[in-house]
């Protein structure tokens, strides 16, 4: 399952919340299309990093038993799933602005109490 770009709450139960607190929204400024470029820069730095490869490669050729050991530690440590997210971030381009811009709401908005 590739992972998608960004977090944060469905935009739905924002506003859900919203209500329950008993807040009104003065102003509300949808800002995705602004901050989604920065996801661009994001991914083309881990993928610079997701170059390391050909270090895993050198230990493969040249000291395979630390890099035996290496890989274990890594797994004692992250799960397959949490691997197979590493590996998508940094040597896929799966994470990037037109993903993040369909999956994500950034806003900026202004609420006061309701009444």
């Known amino acids: 399952m590739l992972a998608t770009v960004g977090g944060g709450h469905p ?3 924002f506003r859900a919340t919203v209500s329950e607190l008993g807040l009104e929204t ?3 400024e949808d ?11 994001e991914q083309g730095l881990f993928n610079v990093i997701g170059l ?15 890099r035996w050991l290496i890989s274990r530690v890594i797994r004692l440590f ?4 949490k691997r197979q997210r ?3 971030r940094l040597n896929q381009d799966t994470r990037n602005a037109k993903a993040f811009a369909e999956h994500n709401v950034y ?3 202004a609420l006061q109490p309701r009444g």
């Open 11 to 13: 935009i739905a139960s």
């Open 26 to 28: 003065l102003s509300e």
């Open 31 to 41: 800002i995705t299309a602004e901050v989604a470029p920065s996801v661009d820069i």
């Open 52 to 66: 390391g490869q050909r270090v895993d490669q050198e230990l493969t050729a040249k000291r395979p038993r630390a």
């Open 78 to 81: 992250m799960n397959e799933r």
């Open 86 to 88: 590493l590996h998508q």
């Open 107 to 109: 806003l900026m908005t």
